[in-house]
């Protein structure tokens, strides 16, 4: 079985750490990893502005450097997601259509791989802190990613679970978006940062880290001392913790 | 109200226009779909309501209570009466608590065998088109009570529904500021579906001008999303399910 | 009217936007109410049970209605002519409203009242009546409060979302001449006596149609105040005008729509009202229009169909749940979008039907495609996909933004090639130096301006991931541990099935 990490330009670039904890967490479980260096990014960037020439370049350097896995895992519901667009985009190339529709098919966000793939609910970490959870859009309501993390959370031993307050609202990133119409992207970031005060979490977990950097970035500005992290890291944590 | 010549004419031509311009537009449609047109119905699989729900029904006891729970819901009143006498001893005693003075009722044979005008001898009663020459829509936004029996009800959600006719003014369920609908209990069924395809069934000759399914009192929300209840139609409504 | 309130206050999406967000009581206005109708959705819908089975049976007849849209329209047309019912076809805004135009004229008309349409907005019909004399009177409340206001609708549903009881009081006391104080009840109660007078006295009553039955060729409305009720009841002549995308076969699917549309808009049950109409009086009847009209209105719609991208916008059965649910409509209000349909409906709609893409397209970044908007459609309708698809038409017409196009391109070079990636990310580690204080960068210029406005910017660590990768490789080589048997054949078996064709995982839909 050949599973290859798809570690996102984010991840890879500014939060390795993420990448990290998916790694040693499933070595634990005998899946040993492989890093294909030829990928880059997933191309959404590109694609969600419209640019879809220059969207199918990099999807197509994806689609290569993940030909030859069995699974490809990545940290992001929303790369993931990207990857299901990728039969759209070369819908009127049957060549790649059947390259794209097969990765698809084999691409998995984390938690859905670990809970659905290695029905893996507890990972026996140890995590005594205050939590709460951001949904990130895409993860769950495009890619159905909803119940998994949850279920992780819940085996945590010593997580403190606190419900965020309109939990499935967007953090306003939406990538260009939060440049493009940068007071909009600012007023809903602003917002999601208050609820998120609101429960007074010490943790803020996420599936997605453009949201987490999102929300991090806010909180930070606003000098407020949450603690932001992909729940691979909380889980790599409590484990190492445990 | 006879039209006039002319304006019947204006109306022909208008038809004619639209006849020949439903050819046109029609065929557009059809070429941007990019097929030829079809005369023939097409197969629709998926018509009306998920195959599930269909089989649903609830027991009559439990349609009542719901009827009755959903209605209040909506900010109306319901009761359960066992028969025709206890509707009219109820109206006559919401016409006395009320101070009812003008009453318009439906020209329904249900209504002509109850006695109300006996049993509310203060008001001053209207039988809907009960005389040709009366100006019927005036009779009825004056009335304080508009008394109309139900063709059917929906427990599921709540709803008369009433029909119009010769008999049954639109207006009769409109225009008063208090409405008393009697349902009798055979005629509350649970789901909207089980009505509306008695619509079906009869085809487009056999049905009424007016079809109005009514859930409650008039209301809005329009002003900052507060409950105003009684904006244009009646704002206390009464459903009184009969047997 | 004076005001179109298409371009009102601003020439883009994103400076009306900057006034929305500065209005403090619009937007906690805005919030409050969609927060509202959302809860009261999802409730609905949660106690109906099954949704998405009724979604999908929704949008199903919806599909299947508008891939016979000929046939059905068709139908429809005929059907309501042999109930007497003058039936009229208009490929454009002007052409519908000459044509109501000249029926007001014959009519004599001095007052029209009229029930709460999203396609006479779209005509910018009350204006036109106007221009020959004839009074337009919007009788759903907040309708009529708005058009006090001379302005547009700002919400499909709650059309004067954006106003509190005290600037409704002030216009109501300006229209009675009385002060009104700012009761709910009150003054919906001065409303319901003013509107009274001019239901009788109206000499036309003007409708939109929130469904058309082609088997029977009914019209049906639904509402909650009665105002539809009575511009179809009291007033010689009924003029009803709809889209010609509202056409559903049958009496029986109306049931599937009455399940969806009050449920999704308001969190009810059934609204108070749902009318079907099938032509003017009868010869009998003592009420109802002694005339009636239907005037069907392409206006645009038609473009859309044999689009595979936008066609099933014409399902749309304008509910407003997708307003209610998108955070960034409840943050900039109704208005921002600047047009007459508002939201992610408003941002696709919008240029859809009037063809113009490219000077539209403003409207179409707007949004983060969170997606909630397509969650919320009761009949399903992809509008985050639609809106990706139109900022793509706009570039394929050549209308693109050049340094956006120039960054994009650089964008695929680096993101194509690993190399070309990893060179870049090692200069940003390094350059980055110049900018990284405690681990942040905040400086407001440049691109960072709007972002760091509100956030702080995360530096570059100083190893990358896959500049780490051949260290932790070896690492966990060493300290391997085999596969737990079950896991394995779960694998193994997820591979088998997927190459027969079964399974898959986790899609939208």
Redesign the interface.
């Known amino acids: 079985m050949k599973v290859s990490l798809f570690i996102t330009c984010l991840s890879d670039a500014i939060y390795p750490r993420v990448g990290e904890a998916m790694v040693r967490l499933l070595a634990k479980y005998g899946v040993t990893l492989q890093f294909p260096t030829v990928q880059t990014c997933c191309g959404q960037p590109a694609f969600n502005s419209g640019y879809w020439k220059e969207a199918r370049e990099t999807a197509s350097t994806i689609i290569a450097a993940f030909e030859d896995a069995d699974f490809v895992i990545s940290p992001s519901g929303s790369c993931t997601f990207m990857i299901h667009h990728y039969p759209k985009l070369f819908e009127d190339d049957p060549v790649m259509l059947e390259k794209a529709l097969k990765l698809q098919a084999k691409a998995y966000e984390f938690t859905q791989f670990l809970v659905q793939v290695l029905g893996v609910t507890d990972v026996g970490a140890h995590f005594p802190h205050k939590v709460t959870y951001h949904p990130s859009c895409h993860g769950s309501r495009l890619l159905g990613v909803k119940e998994e993390p949850l279920v992780l959370m819940e085996q945590v031993k010593g997580l403190e679970f606190v419900p965020l307050p309109f939990a499935n609202d967007c953090c306003g990133f939406g990538g260009t978006f939060s440049v493009k119409m940068s007071d909009i992207s600012g007023a809903m970031v602003n917002e999601k940062s208050e609820h998120v005060l609101e429960t007074e979490a010490e943790v803020l977990v996420g599936l997605d880290m453009a949201c987490l950097m999102n929300i991090a970035g806010n909180l930070r500005y606003r000098d407020k001392p949450v603690r932001v992290m992909h729940l691979a890291e909380l889980l790599y944590e409590g484990v190492k913790g445990a | 109200m006879a039209k006039t010549d002319e304006h019947q004419a204006w109306l022909a031509e208008l038809e004619a226009k639209s006849r020949a311009k439903q050819v046109g537009f029609i065929n557009g449609i059809s070429g941007k779909l990019r097929r030829p047109r079809s005369a023939e119905p097409p197969a629709h699989p998926f018509r009306g309501a998920p195959e599930f729900w269909n089989e649903f029904e609830w027991p009559i006891d439990e349609r009542v209570e719901k009827f009755r729970a959903n209605f209040k819901a909506a900010g109306g009143h319901s009761e359960r009466l066992a028969t025709m006498e206890d509707a009219r001893a109820f109206i006559a005693s919401k016409a006395e608590e009320m101070s009812a003075k003008y009453v318009i009722r439906q020209n329904q044979p249900e209504l002509n065998a109850l006695g109300l005008e006996e049993a509310i001898p203060d008001a001053s009663f209207s039988v809907w088109n009960s005389d040709a020459e009366e100006h019927w829509k005036a009779r009825a936004a004056e009335a304080d009570f508009g008394i109309v029996v139900a063709d059917y009800a929906a427990a599921y959600t709540g709803s008369v529904t009433v029909l119009s006719s010769k008999d049954k003014g639109r207006s009769v369920s409109l225009l008063p500021t208090v409405l008393m609908v009697i349902i009798p209990i055979e005629r509350l069924h649970t789901r909207l579906g089980q009505i509306l395809v008695n619509f079906d069934q009869a085809g487009r000759e056999n049905l009424p001008a007016g079809i109005h399914f009514i859930s409650g009192p008039s209301r809005s929300a329009d002003i900052e999303n507060d409950l105003t209840i009684g904006v244009h139609g009646p704002g206390v409504v009464y459903t009184l399910i009969v047997g | 009217m004076s005001v179109t309130g298409t371009q009102a206050g601003g020439a883009t999406?994103?400076e009306r936007?900057?006034l929305a967000?500065n209005n403090d009581f619009l937007?906690k206005?805005v919030k409050?109410?969609t927060e509202?109708?959302r809860n009261g959705k999802i409730n609905a819908a949660e106690d109906h049970g099954?949704w998405d089975?009724?979604r999908e049976?929704g949008r199903?007849?919806r599909l299947?209605t508008i891939?016979?849209?000929?046939?059905y329209?068709?139908?429809f047309?005929d059907?309501a002519?042999?109930?007497g019912v003058?039936?009229?076809?208009a490929?454009t805004a002007a052409e519908a409203v000459q044509i109501s135009l000249d029926i007001a004229k014959?009519a004599e008309a001095k007052t029209v009242v009229k029930s709460k349409s999203m396609v006479t907005e779209e005509l910018h019909l009350n204006h036109a009546l106007e221009g020959i004399g004839v009074e337009a009177i919007e009788?759903?409340?907040?309708e009529y409060?708005i058009q006090l206001a001379g302005e547009t609708p700002s919400h499909i549903i709650?059309?004067?979302?954006h106003k509190?009881?005290y600037q409704?009081a002030e216009l109501l006391s300006a229209d009675a001449g009385e002060t009104l104080a700012p009761d709910?009840?009150v003054?919906?109660g001065f409303?319901?006596r003013k509107?009274?007078e001019k239901?009788?006295e109206a000499d036309i009553g003007m409708t939109g149609c929130n469904f058309a039955i082609a088997?029977?060729?009914?019209m049906v409305l639904f509402e909650?105040?009665?105002?539809a009720?009575?511009v179809?009841?009291?007033p010689k002549t009924q003029i009803t005008l709809m889209g010609?995308e509202r056409i559903i076969?049958?009496?029986?699917?109306?049931?599937?729509m009455?399940?969806l549309l009050p449920r999704s808009a308001?969190g009810?049950?059934?609204?108070?009202?749902?009318?079907?109409?099938?032509?003017?009086?009868?010869e009998?009847?003592?009420?109802?229009p002694?005339?009636m009209h239907i005037i069907?209105v392409?206006n645009g719609r038609?473009l859309q169909?044999?689009d595979p991208e936008f066609q099933e916008l014409l399902n749309c059965i304008r509910c407003g749940a997708c307003l209610n649910a998108c955070?960034?409509y409840r943050?900039?209000g109704g208005h921002a979008y600047g047009g007459t349909y508002s939201g992610p409906i408003g941002a696709v709609l919008t240029p859809a039907l009037k063809k113009n893409v490219a000077e539209w397209d403003d409207i179409a970044?707007?949004?983060?495609?969170?997606?909630?908007c397509?969650?919320a459609c009761p009949v399903k309708i992809p509008l985050h996909e639609m809106l990706?698809y139109?900022?793509?038409?706009?570039?394929e017409a050549g209308r693109?933004d050049k340094m956006?196009?120039l960054g994009?391109?650089g964008?695929?070079a680096?993101?194509?090639?690993?190399k070309r990636?990893g060179a870049v990310?090692k200069i940003?580690q390094l350059g980055q130096k110049l900018v990284v204080r405690d681990g942040?960068i905040r400086l407001k210029i440049g691109?960072l301006?709007?972002?760091n406005?509100?956030?702080?910017?995360?530096s570059?660590?100083k190893?990358?991931?896959?500049?780490?990768?051949k260290t932790?490789?070896e690492e966990?080589?060493h300290?391997?541990?085999?596969?737990?048997p079950?896991?394995?054949d779960?694998?193994?078996q997820?591979?088998k099935d997927?190459a027969a064709g079964k399974g898959?995982?986790?899609?939208?839909g």
């Open positions: 999406v994103k936007a900057g967000l937007r206005a409050f109410t509202r109708l099954n089975e009724w049976r199903q007849i299947h891939a016979h849209l000929d046939y329209l068709n139908l047309a059907n002519r042999a109930n003058n039936v009229h076809f490929d014959r009788t759903d409340l907040g409060i709650i059309p004067a979302i509190n009881r409704i709910t009840q003054l919906a409303v319901r509107l009274r239901f009788l088997e029977t060729g009914s909650n105040e009665g105002n009720r009575m179809t009841t009291v010609m076969p049958s009496w029986s699917d109306l049931e599937v009455a399940t308001t009810q049950k059934l609204t108070v009202y749902m009318s079907g109409i099938t032509g003017p009086r009868r009998v009847d003592a009420d109802g002694e005339e069907i392409d038609s169909l044999g955070p960034v943050h900039i970044n707007a949004s983060s495609l969170c997606g909630a397509y969650e990706i139109l900022r793509r038409r706009k570039l693109g956006e196009a994009m391109k964008f695929a680096v993101m194509s090639n690993a990636y990310l940003g942040g691109p301006k709007g972002w406005t509100y956030r702080v910017t995360p570059l660590p190893e990358s991931f896959r500049q780490q990768w932790m490789e966990i080589r300290g391997l541990q085999d596969m737990d079950a896991m394995k779960r694998m193994e997820i591979v997927r898959g995982h986790g899609h939208h």
